[in-house]
């Protein structure tokens, strides 16, 4: 087969005639046995994307389009357990100050149902403490600084009896009072 070009146009010899075709990427006549299809990765494996092109200008297929493969689902569960967490103790009311000097407070409040123990706060500017594991509904803070502002406040703890999680929780602690100790 003898073809001779001529710029863009090519001469087809009339001895030896050949089918032609238009590359559909460049538009350019091509000879038909020189076309192929253009294929791409689509979903799991190779697919014609619909255009006919010359074996030169054909791209190769990406293997980053090839979707990642999937992990099995695990194994479900015989018996599964649900996180529970422990019902937080209620916030205690009715904190009052019963007597104060100028070193020390001593507060009192209400009592709460299903309560071990309680957990007294206070700060001021330059202190701020704390004090666990009290039973009594009243406690006496010591060793304060007279002329000064103190805000105190309560919060109460329980035991949490399942034996996976043998540990106390604490309320939220209650709205602070506010005392200014007198100077000596």
Same mark, same amino acid.
């Given at each position: 087969?003898?073809?001779?070009?001529?710029?863009?146009?090519?001469?087809?010899?009339?001895?030896?005639?050949?089918?032609?075709?238009?590359?559909?990427?460049?538009?350019?006549?091509?000879?038909?046995?020189?076309?192929?299809?253009?294929?791409?990765?689509?979903?799991?494996?190779?697919?014609?994307?619909?255009?006919?092109?010359?074996?030169?200008?054909?791209?190769?297929?990406?293997?980053?389009?090839?979707?990642?493969?999937?992990?099995?689902?695990?194994?479900?569960?015989?018996?599964?357990?649900?996180?529970?967490?422990?019902?937080?103790?209620?916030?205690?009311?009715?904190?009052?100050?019963?007597?104060?000097? !100028? %070193?020390?407070?001593?507060? @009192?409040?209400?009592?709460? *149902?299903?309560?071990? /123990?309680?957990?007294?706060?206070?700060? &001021?500017?330059?202190?701020?403490?704390?004090?666990?594991?009290?039973?009594?509904?009243?406690?006496?803070?010591?060793?304060?600084?007279?002329?000064?502002?103190?805000?105190?406040?309560?919060? !109460? %703890?329980?035991?949490?009896? @399942?034996?996976?999680?043998? *540990?106390?929780?604490? /309320?939220?602690?209650?709205?602070?009072? &506010?005392?200014?100790?007198?100077?000596?």
């Amino acid at each position: 087969m003898s073809i001779r070009y001529r710029g863009r146009i090519p001469i087809v010899d009339p001895n030896d005639p050949q089918s032609w075709a238009k590359d559909d990427i460049t538009g350019l006549p091509v000879m038909h046995p020189d076309m192929i299809k253009q294929m791409e990765y689509i979903g799991n494996g190779l697919a014609w994307t619909g255009m006919m092109v010359h074996y030169k200008d054909a791209d190769q297929p990406n293997p980053q389009l090839i979707p990642p493969r999937l992990k099995v689902d695990p194994v479900p569960i015989d018996n599964p357990r649900y996180l529970q967490f422990p019902e937080l103790p209620a916030i205690p009311t009715g904190l009052t100050i019963s007597s104060f000097t !100028s %070193t020390s407070v001593t507060i @009192t409040w209400d009592f709460v *149902q299903n309560v071990q /123990s309680y957990v007294v706060g206070w700060n &001021s500017n330059y202190v701020t403490g704390e004090a666990t594991n009290i039973v009594p509904l009243t406690y006496t803070i010591i060793d304060l600084s007279p002329s000064n502002t103190y805000d105190i406040y309560v919060a !109460s %703890t329980a035991n949490d009896q @399942t034996p996976e999680m043998a *540990q106390f929780s604490t /309320s939220a602690f209650s709205e602070p009072i &506010s005392i200014t100790l007198p100077s000596s």
